[in-house]
C-alpha cells in the first residue's frame, strides 16, 4: 500500500512538473523538481525535462541544475580522467553539449546513459587534443566556445538577460568583462567552487536558449 501511496504521488508530481514546463513557470518547476529528486526520483526529471528541453527554457534551465546538483556529468568525466582541472573542462563541454544537442535525445534508453556517450566522446576529443600537443590558446574551451557565440550573435545579450541572476552576474563578470574566476568569487562572496558551478550552469543555459532561437525552432510561452 505504502508503495503504491508513493508511486502515486510521484505520478502526480510529474504531472504538476509537465504543466510548470508547458506553462514555462519555472519557480513551479524548480520547486517540483527539488521534491522529485529528494524522492530518489532524479531520472524521471531527466526524461520529462529532455522531453520538453527543445521547446522550453524553464526545462532546459531544469535539467541543467538536476544534472549538475546530482554530479552526474563530473561523475562520468571523472571515471575517463584523473586531473581534476580537465575533469572539470570536460565536464563544462560535455554540459554545453548536452543542451546543444538535446533535440536528439529520443526517449528510446535512460537519460543518464545518452548523457554518458556524450561524455565519452567529450573525453576522446580531449585526450585526442592532449596528444597532438594542441598549444592551449588554439583549444576551443567552453570560455572559447560562449566568446565565439557572442561575437557571432546579437541574441546572446537577451538570453544572458533571460537568466536567473544568480547565473547571470557571474556569467557577464566572466564572459563580457573577462575577470578572472578569483576576483569574481571575491566581489560576489561566493567561494570559488560555487562560481565556477554557477558560471557553468548558465553558460549551458545560455547555450541553451541560443538553440532555441534557431530558424524553424518553436518556443513555447
Known amino acids: 500500500m505504502a508503495a503504491s501511496s508513493k508511486h502515486g504521488e510521484t505520478s ?9 514546463f508547458e506553462q514555462q513557470d ?26 520538453y528541453g527543445p521547446t522550453s527554457r524553464v526545462a532546459m534551465n531544469v535539467l541543467v541544475e538536476t544534472l549538475d546538483d546530482a554530479g552526474t556529468v563530473h561523475r562520468f568525466a571523472g571515471a575517463m580522467l584523473l586531473d581534476r582541472a580537465s575533469v572539470d573542462d570536460v565536464a563544462q563541454d560535455s554540459l554545453i553539449s ?40 588554439e583549444v576551443e ?13 546579437t541574441t546572446v545579450r537577451d538570453a544572458l538577460a533571460k537568466l536567473p541572476e544568480i547565473y547571470r552576474v557571474p556569467v557577464v563578470l566572466r564572459d563580457i568583462e573577462g575577470l578572472p574566476y578569483e576576483e569574481i568569487a571575491r566581489r560576489l562572496e561566493r567561494s570559488l567552487g560555487t562560481v565556477k558551478s554557477q558560471i557553468s550552469r548558465g553558460r549551458a543555459m545560455v547555450a541553451g536558449m541560443l538553440e532555441m532561437d534557431q530558424p524553424g525552432t518553436a518556443v513555447e510561452g
Not at 573525453?123 to 600537443?133: C, G, I, K, N
Not at 574551451?141 to 550573435?153: V, W
Open 12 to 20: 502526480c508530481c510529474t504531472d504538476d512538473l509537465v504543466r510548470a
Open 26 to 51: 519555472g519557480l513551479m518547476a524548480t520547486d517540483i523538481a527539488k521534491v522529485l529528486v529528494a524522492d530518489g526520483c532524479a531520472e524521471t526529471v531527466l526524461n520529462v525535462a529532455a522531453n
Open 98 to 137: 548536452i543542451v546543444e544537442s538535446i533535440d536528439s535525445y529520443k526517449g528510446g534508453s535512460k537519460f543518464t546513459s545518452w548523457v554518458h556517450t556524450i561524455v565519452q566522446r567529450r573525453v576522446v576529443d580531449y585526450l585526442r587534443r592532449q596528444r597532438e600537443s594542441t598549444p592551449l590558446d
Open 141 to 153: 574551451s567552453p570560455t572559447t566556445r560562449m566568446s565565439s557565440m557572442i561575437a557571432a550573435r
